[in-house]
């Protein structure tokens, strides 16, 4: 989020934000009111951290000015209330078509994105590369997981948090997507075995071909 960087950091990401059209290091020193030495030094390390990117140039009397903007990581900086609209899509499905449909249909969902996920790169040689791609997917989402072994030598993924956390505790059925994109990315049953949203320190998967416990 925006306040987990800097503060002259934030000001540029704010200033790029108003200025969609794109600002120079110009620009920014009088607005700012700091060095263009200065300015450039923050703008190589958002650049380096894609933040900001170049977006264009501005002719001038001399050789033209490059213009900065906004990259995706950048935008995605500020703050938005996606977890607002997810709960409010919930709970008017929820209400519409009640638990056992809701579950159907996030099933569904979780299914349909994987099979999407599995077109678009090479199929994994075996369930313990699936299980490591899948992974893969989970960081890039937000999760703090990684692939472990259990104590029956099964292969399994742990998380220490959930991104849907909040949204899971109100509305269970969302886990439902994610075991089901689990099952069907890797070709196995998922067996979840601890739930922080049902009390748990972790949230557990073990891919199996045979499951005692929980499943999709």
Do not use: C
């Given at each position: 989020?925006?306040?987990?960087y800097g503060v002259r950091q934030q000001d540029i990401l704010k200033f790029m934000l108003e200025n969609k059209d794109g600002v120079t290091i110009d620009d920014l020193a009088q607005t700012l009111k700091i060095s263009?030495?200065?300015?450039?030094?923050?703008?190589a390390v958002m650049e380096r951290d894609a933040l900001i990117t170049q977006v264009g140039a501005r002719p001038s009397k001399g050789r033209p000015e490059l213009l900065y903007g906004l990259a995706a990581k950048g935008k995605e900086a500020f703050p938005r209330r996606?977890?607002?609209?997810?709960?409010?899509?919930?709970?008017?499905?929820?209400r519409e078509v009640g638990s056992e449909n809701l579950n159907a249909k996030t099933t569904a969902m979780g299914e349909s994105v994987a099979k999407d996920l599995l077109e678009r790169r090479r199929p994994?040689?075996?369930?313990?590369?699936?299980?490591?791609?899948?992974?893969?997917?989970?960081?890039?989402?937000?999760?703090?997981?990684k692939v472990?072994?259990?104590?029956?030598?099964?292969?399994?993924?742990?998380?220490?948090?959930c991104v849907f956390h909040e949204l899971a505790a109100k509305h269970p059925e969302v886990c439902q997507f994610?075991?089901?994109?689990?099952?069907?990315?890797?070709?196995?049953q998922v067996c979840h075995e601890e739930c922080m949203v049902r009390g748990g320190k972790v949230c557990r998967f073990k891919f199996t071909y045979s499951c005692s416990g929980p499943i999709t």
């Open positions: 989020m925006l306040d987990s263009r030495n200065a300015v450039r030094q923050h703008l996606y977890s607002w609209f997810a709960e409010l899509l919930m709970t008017t499905l929820f994994p040689d075996s369930m313990a590369e699936a299980i490591k791609e899948l992974n893969k997917l989970m960081l890039e989402l937000g999760y703090s997981s472990k072994v259990g104590d029956d030598g099964e292969l399994l993924i742990e998380a220490n948090n994610d075991l089901a994109l689990m099952s069907t990315f890797t070709k196995a």
